[in-house]
């Protein structure tokens, strides 16, 4: 036994009629796949259903699995309290997770609950279930600010789990699509949200979960995307093995997207190991990368190793260029890892004697000190991407005109509130943006009027 199907659903309360109030008609096609689903899950008698929803409680470095002999709800915040759900939790299912050395480094577990009732993410799927079949136990997942690498080998677990147990496992996949699909939708209108739901329907209506990684984090932001790291959990659970997908329904009439897929899982499939595939592909452009460094970037990257490695600074090599020796300017270091920030740190001024400490300074504090992120550990420094931004003089500017987000960073100044974002960054694309996202890492409100200065940058990758 283990996982027999995945199933790809939205959950908008609307599509209740006692929500709905005749709306749902709009999206009966979303309601008949719905059905459809429900139907299937009930012809498989699952024992266990693991649910992923992104409206359960949600940590940056962390999975919520919930707790507990069970859980119930109702749609009162969606003026419908009299329809109510309630479901008994699969506590050796979930022991058993949380027990995997996997999970334990994810990290994952059952702490840190903050509401024991049944989100509506979770609720609207299982309304449709309940319809055909209500005789299994469930397993309710959150999803977390960790990469997508992390969510697929969340899933892989549960996968893994369900086949320890012997579990007839259906894994249910909530998640609507681009919130901003209209201009007059619920939340206005992006280019990106048209072209996510595309992409993401494609690659979801031929199982090809691999594709689930290409999609940068920038870009999913800015299609106002919901469910895509449940999609991902679930490509996870489903790794490895033949599936049969197929592509339901997708509606998008009020300006957020509506998919439904189905994947019946037909034996073995060694080939569709999505993520070790993704891994190689990504080492492979790290050693790319790697070749093709300037001696700026090396020195961060060899600073940032023998720090990571040993807690110890390294001295100037004393084959640095002259200019990284003897020039001072303010220095930046960037890190990423799988495509995601992992570290900045910078100086808007010099406070080394050289650029040269100013980069082994700023690589170290990158790497260990940026409270956003934990330490880099040292399995992490094979992946890392790495580039080093020196700073030309600053000069101020009267008006935002002056700015190009492409050739200029930009500082925000308001008193003692001092803010720097540097110019041509992913997914920063106007102006407007860029003076808005510096004043919120210097604790200015939006609405607050500025002294703006504009510098150029030599980037080093």
């Given at each position: ?19 709905g109030?005749?709306q749902?008609?709009?999206i ?14 009930g012809n ?17 470095d962390?999975?919520?699995?919930s ?26 299912f979930v022991?058993?997770l949380?027990?995997?050395p996997?999970v ?8 840190g ?5 049944l ?13 055909f ?19 697929y ?5 549960i ?10 496992t259906v ?21 990106e949200?048209?072209?996510?739901d ?11 979960f ?5 999609f ?16 991902t ?26 998919g ?6 037909c034996?073995?499939g ?29 020195l ?10 040993t ?7 004393k ?5 990284v ?7 930046f ?8 920030l992992?570290g ?11 650029i ?36 030309g003089?600053?000069?101020?500017i ?22 720097l974002?540097?110019p ?13 996202i ?24």
């Amino acid at each position: 036994m283990g996982i027999l199907a995945g199933f790809m659903v939205p959950h908008p309360p609307l599509i209740l009629p006692d929500i709905g109030r005749g709306q749902e008609k709009e999206i009966q096609k979303t309601i008949d796949a719905y059905k459809e689903v429900a139907r299937r899950i009930g012809n498989l008698k699952p024992d266990t259903i693991v649910l992923c929803t992104p409206h359960q409680v949600m940590y940056s470095d962390y999975f919520h699995i919930s707790p507990g002999a069970g859980a119930k709800g109702n749609f009162a915040q969606f003026h419908a309290g009299q329809v109510k759900i309630e479901v008994p939790y699969d506590r050796e299912f979930v022991e058993r997770l949380c027990s995997m050395p996997e999970v334990r480094n994810l990290p994952a577990g059952t702490e840190g609950e903050r509401s024991r009732e049944l989100d509506h993410g979770a609720m609207v799927p299982l309304y449709f279930v309940n319809q055909f079949f209500k005789e299994y136990k469930l397993v309710r997942i959150g999803l977390s600010g960790l990469s997508l690498i992390k969510h697929y080998e969340l899933g892989e677990s549960i996968g893994k789990t369900a086949e320890k147990l012997g579990r007839r496992t259906v894994f249910i996949a909530s998640g609507d699509l681009s919130h901003r699909l209209k201009a007059e939708g619920p939340y206005g209108y992006q280019a990106e949200g048209p072209e996510y739901d595309s992409r993401l329907m494609a690659l979801m209506g031929e199982g090809a979960f691999g594709k689930l990684f290409d999609f940068s984090e920038d870009f999913c932001e800015k299609a106002g995307e919901c469910g895509h790291r449940s999609f991902t959990i679930m490509a996870g659970a489903l790794d490895k093995k033949k599936v049969q997908a197929e592509m339901l329904s997708y509606e998008g009439p009020f300006g957020v997207g509506y998919g439904i897929c189905a994947y019946q899982v037909c034996g073995a499939g060694p080939g569709r190991n999505f993520k070790e595939q993704y891994q190689q592909r990504e080492k492979n452009r790290v050693m790319q990368r790697r070749e093709q460094e300037d001696a700026y970037v090396r020195l961060a990257r060899k600073t940032i190793e023998t720090f990571v490695r040993t807690g110890n600074k390294i001295e100037m090599p004393k084959e640095a260029p002259e200019e990284v020796r003897n020039r001072r300017a303010g220095v930046f270091v960037s890190i990423k890892e799988d495509g995601r920030l992992r570290g900045c740190i910078g100086t808007i001024q010099p406070v080394e004697s050289s650029i040269g400490e100013e980069i082994i300074s700023n690589a170290i504090s990158a790497a260990s000190r940026d409270y956003r992120f934990s330490p880099i550990e040292p399995e992490e420094l094979d992946k890392l991407i790495i580039s080093v931004d020196v700073l030309g003089d600053t000069e101020k500017i009267d008006t935002q005109e002056e700015l190009d987000v492409k050739r200029y960073g930009v500082i925000v100044t308001k008193g003692r509130k001092r803010g720097l974002l540097l110019p041509n960054l992913e997914g920063v694309d106007t102006v407007e943006d860029q003076i808005a996202i510096a004043k919120r890492k210097a604790g200015i409100r939006e609405e607050e009027a500025v002294q703006l200065e504009r510098f150029e940058v030599v980037r080093h990758f």
